[in-house]
């Protein structure tokens, strides 16, 4: 009998007040995708730009006979799956320092806040083209003296026409007790809730009348994330690169191949650095020497121009920022980047013209989940913190699985930012531009300032929907600003 699992093992899904929405990354080096026609989005908003469309994320079935193979699932047409998907914020409701861990931490709840716990509980949907249950908690403290409750929505589930799960997140709602400050902290803000969560999914297979059940192996793990405004800037090191570090040094993971596909494994980084132009203005991005058609050539003689755009990446190791804390890490390319390079440089990298192909795979998945996140720099961060180095973290064998039985709901987003906006807004210049932008070209040579409109704590909870996204602007690589709400103020 098959074996299941369930692909993406971490899949990210981002807030969004509109029911409208597109699908997350899932061929590596590809964007998000519209869900009815998986043609590349073109559109993030609404259509007066004032709400952002949802991102969700899909999880696929795979099945497998010896446990190394994994391809879709051939189920017989009397098979029904059932997905169950826990959803829960816990960030106002722990042990929160006064700023991010310096080292993987597990997050410990404080019973004295256990009614700012939202717990979105476990629903389930099965079928195709199911609109599932709604995820909901209740968010409850008290401030001066007078007792505050909102139900907090933290997410949805549906299926697609071929019985997928579609994992839909919260509505980007972040708020607290009237008069309760915010901003003193760029990370810790007490009794201001967001609707970011987290959570375990689970896929139950029942093959026919009388059989018994199967579950996926593992089940796999969903994030929901603020959002991510230039979709097509990826970070220079993802969670990807992270997680898959963690794998390579201490899970038994294998190193990357010593002959590297210029393709599939040097082109991306380069492109992730270059494009950072358009979204943060330090000059080294702009260097010309990342557009050169010889960097795919293996010759001798290139060799300097490939030891050139190799420096000009590992430079972003003093340009980009780590953890405030001087005890805390520091901006690192992790080293399975750093050996890829090192073999393209030396021309010791397949050259063929290659791709992922058109078609998700179940390791392709995982890695096109992770690498639309950043993996740096982990104060706190975006999707997920610096939780993803703690090794105890992850199933065995390593496949990017969480270990279910050791992980509870929420975890892995209770040390971020409390709300993602404080951090949002605080973390300008060199942290992670390729989710919120520090610049916003308006043409090639002319750009503003990404966030104007919104530069305080309090205009940017309430006017995030309203900022713009920076996309590609033609077949060129141009990336501009586009969708911005034309009513929003631009100052201050």
Partial sequence: MPRYKIFPAIGIARLGEDQDFFLGPEIPGGGPTEAATGAPVTRFKNADKTRLRKQGARFHLFESEDG????????PPSATVEWSVTLENKKSAIVRPPNPPIKSTRPALDAAAAGMHIKG???????????????????????????????????????????????LGGN???????????GGSYYRNPKWYDDVSDGPVTAKISIGAGDAPVYAEGG???????????????????????????????????????????????????????????????ATWQDPSFEDPKLRSRSISDQPLRATVQALILKAEKLLEGHTDPAGPKFEIRQAQKSN????????????????????TANGLTRAALEGAVGQGFCPGIEAGIIVLDTTLYTSPFDFRIDQST???????????????ADFLKCNTNWWPSQRPDTAFQDHDNYKNWVRGASKHSLLVERFPRLGFIVQDGANEVFLEAERDPAMPNTP
């Fill in 407 to 421: 992980v509870a709901a929420g975890d892995l987003t209770a040390l971020m930012a409390q709300p993602w906006q």
């Fill in 220 to 282: 796999a793990w969903v994030v929901v994330a603020p959002p991510d405004y230039a979709p097509g800037i990826g970070g220079i090191v993802t969670l990807y690169d992270v997680i898959r570090q963690v794998g390579i040094d201490q899970l038994g993971l294998a190193p990357p191949a010593a002959v590297p596909s210029f393709d599939l494994d040097i082109l991306p980084l380069i492109q992730r650095a270059r494009r950072y132009r358009w979204v943060q203005d330090e």
């Fill in 68 to 75: 190394v193979t994994w391809t879709p699932a051939n189920l």
């Fill in 341 to 360: 390079l090192a073999a393209w440089v030396a021309g010791n990298f397949d050259d063929t013209p290659t791709s992922h192909g058109p078609t998700p």
């Fill in 172 to 182: 980007g709602i972040s708020g607290a007790p009237p008069g309760t400050p915010i």
């Fill in 121 to 167: 509980g476990t629903k389930s949907v099965a079928g195709a083209s199911a609109i599932g249950p709604t995820l909901a908690g209740m968010f409850k403290t008290t401030a001066n003296g007078s007792a505050f409750e909102v139900p907090v929505e933290l997410g949805s589930l549906r299926t697609d026409a071929n019985g997928m799960l579609i994992l």
